[in-house]
């Protein structure tokens, strides 16, 4: 710091004293730089040995002695050397989050200015931001610095997820946002972060519906339901352009999707384009480049092949709607009418349905049906394809029983006598007595377009009755004695007297193609009589009293008196081959005796 006293010396202080009022008075005393006069005169003039006293102006302090002046010989001189410095008012220090700056002096003296500035992230919350050495020390108080803070998120769509209380976002703090309605999405960033300055590093988003940019394009007319503004998400606007003679280049119906964007870039208005003409056989001669057909222009069509023609107009012109007055043509092989079928060929047989004509166009049909008898095979509906029928239906013959046939070949119808039968019919035949055929199947024969295989059934060999056969068996006929015996004809035997067979069946025997199986009795075994059993069992013989009896006889017994038998005819046994049973007979009551047949009274003859 430099010195700021002056120093007074009377060289210094030159004053004039052009008229003295008396000698050695001096004048008005001189104004010194720092320090003012004590004592305030109206005085003019001041004799000699006047002393006057200074003090330091404001803001400064006395160092030395104090400050005087004397008059001497018409001058004033300095009688002290006290100096005036400014006042000290010390180091303010530094404030919190702050800094500060020494300005105007350099020292903290009266007039210095100490500034003060926050740190990065603080913000001075004081009005002024500086102090100021005054005569009276600092001006006022010291500034304060404060943290930054960044504003609080207030929308209320949104939901903010952060490590903070209060919502005392300090800079560098993130925090996450997410909408509360899921259905909604934020319209900028999910994570935003507090920036030094107190700021969100973005404006943080919201979870409004969003609005999808109002369509400018001047070529469109919007069809909406609501105002520009309004298109939020969803909303659908239809667009057309306004020059009718334009074409939307796009679809015509288009949403705001909930990125509050269209659903696809707007569509914009192209004058309207007739298609190119994509047909590989026609050759276009135009005088537009890159197919762009225009309204009302005209080109001219050929076939590439001269072989070919074209299937309508040769000049076309692209309307105002975008389209070809007509449909470009295609060439095509040169078609030619479809023929039309002359009356079909007669059908053996068939008849046709409805009137004959003279011709039949393509694509018409005629009907057939079949004498009576004949059997279709075809279809009935004939068509007529360019100029030629199809396939014409035939009329299968029927047979015609040929009764000689079938008696000639010795067989006769099972069912009933029909003359005509239909193709594909069955027919069953039979052989006639003592004829066959070697298959059975071959008896049922199909009718084929008129032809019928007759079956052929042909004689069996008769039996000729060999009577030593007869005889060496011990057997005879029960019939007349005839010699020959047909084929499939039975020859009934029987045993001689006392011969026997085991199974009765077996004499009745059938001629089979000249074989007979001629059957054999033998001798049967003749009973002995027992009389310990006749007379054990109470009986009688009613005949002579013979010992042996032949196979088959009958022996008739009786019941010795007071005894008697439940039934009569148990009491004629037969002897089968030497086995005879011997009826029993039981004592009767008194009373049964009465009623019982004498049997005395008839005896039995055998
Ligand atoms: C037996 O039938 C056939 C046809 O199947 C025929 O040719 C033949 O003449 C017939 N026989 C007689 C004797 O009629
Ligand atoms: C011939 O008749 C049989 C039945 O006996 C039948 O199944 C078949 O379809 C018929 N064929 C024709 C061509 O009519
Ligand atoms: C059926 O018989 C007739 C007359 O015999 C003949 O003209 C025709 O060709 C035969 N048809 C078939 C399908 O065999
Ligand atoms: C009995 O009959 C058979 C034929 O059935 C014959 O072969 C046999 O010789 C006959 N017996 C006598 C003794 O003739
Ligand atoms: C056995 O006797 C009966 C009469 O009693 C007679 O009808 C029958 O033919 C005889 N049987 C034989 C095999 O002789
Ligand atoms: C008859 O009896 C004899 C001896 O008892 C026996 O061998 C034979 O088989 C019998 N004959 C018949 C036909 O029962
Ligand atoms: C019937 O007998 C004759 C002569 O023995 C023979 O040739 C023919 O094949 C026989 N027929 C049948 C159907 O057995
Ligand atoms: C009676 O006859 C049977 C045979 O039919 C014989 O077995 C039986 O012994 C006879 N009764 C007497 C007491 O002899």
């Not at 997820?161 to 925090?175: F, N, P, Q």
């Not at 011997?582 to 009373?591: H, Q």
């Amino acid at each position: 710091m430099n010195v700021l006293g002056l120093m007074f010396s009377i060289g210094a202080v030159t004053l004039s004293c052009a008229f003295p009022q008396m000698k050695g008075s001096c004048k008005i005393p001189p104004r010194l730089g720092l320090a003012e006069l004590l004592e305030a005169s109206e005085q003019e003039s001041f004799p000699m040995g006047h002393v006057v006293r200074y003090a330091c102006r404001p803001g400064y302090s006395r160092y030395g002695a104090a400050i005087r002046m004397i008059c001497s010989e018409g001058r004033w001189l300095s009688v002290s050397k006290g100096e005036c410095k400014k006042k000290r008012c010390g180091n303010p220090g530094d404030i919190d989050f702050g800094t500060f700056e020494l300005k105007n002096e350099e020292d903290f003296v009266f007039g210095a200015i100490v500034e003060y500035s926050c740190e990065l992230g603080y913000q001075m919350i004081s009005k002024y931001n500086s102090i100021e050495c005054t005569a009276d020390g600092w001006s006022r108080d010291l500034p304060h610095c404060e943290a930054k803070l960044c504003p609080p998120v207030v929308d209320d769509s949104v939901r903010v997820l952060s490590t903070v209380h209060d919502e005392e976002y300090t800079a560098g703090h993130v925090i996450n946002l997410e909408c509360k309605n899921p259905n909604r999405k934020l319209n900028g960033p999910s994570q935003i972060h507090c920036t030094s300055d107190g700021t969100w590093n973005v404006d943080p988003p919201t979870c409004k519906a969003n609005r999808c940019p109002p369509v400018v394009d001047d070529s469109l007319r919007v069809l909406s339901t609501m105002p520009d503004e309004e298109y939020t998400t969803g909303h659908v606007i239809n667009l057309e352009c306004k020059n009718p003679n334009k074409k939307l280049n796009g679809p015509s119906q288009i949403h705001c999707t909930s990125d509050g964007t269209w659903n696809i870039d707007l569509p914009t208005c192209k004058a309207k384009l007739c298609p190119p003409v994509v047909d590989d056989s026609v050759r276009v001669v135009s005088t537009v480049h890159d197919e762009q057909y225009t309204t009302g222009h005209v080109i001219n069509l050929e076939c590439k092949n001269p072989n070919k023609k074209l299937n309508g107009p040769s000049q076309i012109h692209c309307t105002s709607n975008g389209t070809w007055n007509v449909d470009p043509p295609t060439c095509k092989e040169q078609k030619r009418k479809k023929q039309p079928c002359f009356p079909p060929p007669e059908v053996l047989f068939g008849e046709l349905i409805g009137r004959k004509k003279q011709m039949y166009d393509s694509g018409s049909t005629i009907e057939f049906k079949c004498v009576s008898y004949y059997k279709r095979q075809g279809k009935k509906e004939i068509k007529c394809r360019n100029g030629v029928w199809e396939q014409l239906p035939a009329c299968l013959v029927p047979c015609i029983l040929n009764s000689n046939y079938i008696k000639g070949n010795h067989t006769d119808l099972v069912n009933a006598k029909e003359k005509y039968v239909e193709h594909n019919k069955t027919v069953k035949f039979k052989c006639l007595q003592t004829f066959e055929i070697s298959d059975a199947k071959l008896l049922n024969v199909k009718c084929l377009n008129g032809t019928l295989e007759y079956p052929t059934c042909v004689k069996m060999v008769p039996c000729i009755l060999n009577s030593n056969y007869i005889k060496g068996n011990h057997t005879d006929l029960v019939n007349a004695k005839q010699k020959n015996v047909e084929h499939n004809t039975n020859v009934k035997f029987r045993c001689l007297r006392t011969f026997g067979i085991s199974d009765a069946k077996l004499l009745n025997v059938k001629c089979l193609n000249g074989t007979l199986e001629y059957p054999t009795c033998v001798k049967m075994v003749p009973c002995i009589l027992n009389s310990n059993y006749i007379k054990g069992n109470h009986t009688d013989l009613v005949n002579a009293k013979q010992k042996n009896v032949e196979h088959n006889k009958t022996v008739t017994f009786r019941c010795l008196q007071t005894f008697g038998i439940s039934d009569a005819k148990l009491l004629n046994v037969k002897c089968l081959n030497g086995t005879l049973e011997y009826p029993t007979c039981v004592k009767m009551a008194a009373d049964e005796i009465t009623v019982q047949p004498s049997v005395e009274s008839e005896p039995h003859i055998y």
